[in-house]
């Protein structure tokens, strides 16, 4: 193709999103920077669809009208840090096509250099060896060859803006250990390449269709959790007229690297969207209000894809937790998060009123939360998200339901918060409440077995794909083709002089027969009692609590 039109444009915009879409899993199974959370290709992907969807709903046949409409929504339903740098590559490609109704291959090429520049610009610290770097290094390139031909065509351009990329993808190991550490490419590079796959492909006659996305086993980044980065914090706020005046930047920025890394914050007229990881979402929340009102205050995926990319899986989602009608007021409830009928059939006999149906592949938002909240119609309310990266969207709702008296209890893992509702008491107060559901989650030891997706090394401990690993906390302990070995290994380094009981809760995939043997096990080899219970979890054959 000589040129792009607004024709043109949809379906490139349409195959982009479709292709970023099918191989959002591989994607995401790449995951190991600059937190292992193993949510690139679903951040990448929920967020480019978020501004397609706009985009291809635009009447106008202008390649800048379409564009500006597509970097807005981008910019709104930006997901993660893959997604908000992904919003501002295309924000800098729209400035670059800005008032133009037709594009030809120099325009192009200038504005593909105008993205990376942008979006260089979002990030307060810039790393090497990632999404960044394939832009730059591709829109360069590109911008060099195309200044270098006589009459280049549109869709040259973007062939070497694609051939490039992917040889800037290549070389990001060699930028970043810890991507060589695990043996990958960048996860967001990976993406961008997908997006200018499917861009190209529909230059060329073929408009790439969405195929069923398959589920996939565990990620790159699995062994790798790392709490350094803090809880992923992300709001979009309308300036007021005082903050569009005093409104600054860099010094947002600067502000929130007193509480936080990986810090992205973007202004487009009077919205602006900041990123931050951060241990004190809070604070960066109370940073955000002093300049004007919310739109959306969320908490992203950190582990692992959710299997369905589309806003519409998050409302189904939404609809399968255990409660659905408001509840008649009443002095407490607990609202937790489970995957599994088993697991949520626990909770309910453990006096939750809510069961939001999420976890390891399913990491539900704020907004999850919040309604949640207010369908439980409790004076005071106790959240436990069960999963370390799920606790900010949980304590971002705490913040957003300022009317409501909501308390998060930090619990981690499954076992922790059984333990904690364990020591709820509805009848006595609630300071007395949070400091024995506290302790609670502070005395239990978690321990989960799940499956390998990939060949890796974690601390020396040689990782075959497709054997299981217990892991302990966060750490790997025993990585063995057979789950029951996996389990009774796990359990083994789990349980000393000082247990006393042992929960065993068997998943999907896994036998009663099974669990059995691992509990006998455990019975042979220790003085401890043993319960087992079928969760019916994914991802995770076995999850154990040792108390």
Known sequence: METINGILLKQMLESGMNHLSNKSGEIDALNVFPVPDGDTGTNMSLTFSAGVRDALNVASDSVSDIMKVLSKGLLMGARGNSGVITSQIFRGIYQGV?????????????????????????????????????????????????????????????????????????????????????????????????????????????????????????TAGAAMENEEFGFCTEFIIRLSAHGARNFDENSMREELATI???????????????????????????????????????????????????????????????????????????????????????????????????????????????????????????????????????????????EEDVHVIPSKSIPQGLCACIMFNPDVDVESNLAEMNEAIANVKSGQVTYAIKDTTYEGLAIKAGQFMGIREKDIVVSVEDKVEAACRLADAMVDADSEIVTLIYGEGTSEEEAMRVAAHIEETSDVEVEVNNGGQPVYSFILSVE
């Open 260 to 402: 936080g890394n990986s810090i992205v914050c973007v202004r487009d007229d009077d919205i602006v969207k900041v990123h931050v990881h951060t241990m004190e979402p809070a604070k960066a929340v109370r940073m955000g209000r002093r300049h004007g009102s919310f739109i959306k205050l969320k908490a992203e995926n950190m582990q692992e894809q959710h299997d369905n990319l589309i806003d519409d899986a998050a409302m189904e989602a939404a609809a399968a937790s255990t409660v659905a009608p408001k509840a008649e007021r009443k002095p407490y409830a607990i609202i937790t998060v489970a995957a599994g009928e088993g697991l949520k059939a626990m909770f309910q006999e453990l006096r939750c009123d809510h069961v939001i149906n999420g976890g390891q592949t399913m990491n539900p938002s704020t907004e999850d939360f919040v309604e949640a909240i207010g369908k439980v119609n409790a004076d005071h309310v106790f959240i436990l998200p069960n999963n370390s990266n799920i606790v900010m969207a949980a304590q971002q709702a705490a913040t957003v339901c300022e």
């Open 98 to 218: 800005e008032g133009l109704d037709v594009v030809n291959g120099a325009q192009l090429a200038r504005a593909l250099v105008t993205g990376s520049r942008v979006a260089y610009r979002a990030v307060m610290r810039p790393v090497e060896g990632t999404i960044l770097t394939v832009v730059r290094e591709a829109a360069d390139y590109t911008y060099a060859y195309a200044m270098d031909q006589e009459d280049v065509s549109c869709e040259a351009v973007m062939a070497k803006m694609l051939e490039e990329s992917k040889a800037s993808l290549e070389r990001t190991p060699e930028l970043l250990p810890v991507l060589a550490e695990v043996g990958v490419v960048d996860s967001g590079g990976c993406g961008l390449c997908t997006i200018f796959e499917g861009f190209l492909s529909a230059m060329r006659g073929e408009v790439i269709q969405p195929q069923a996305v398959e589920k996939r086993g565990e």
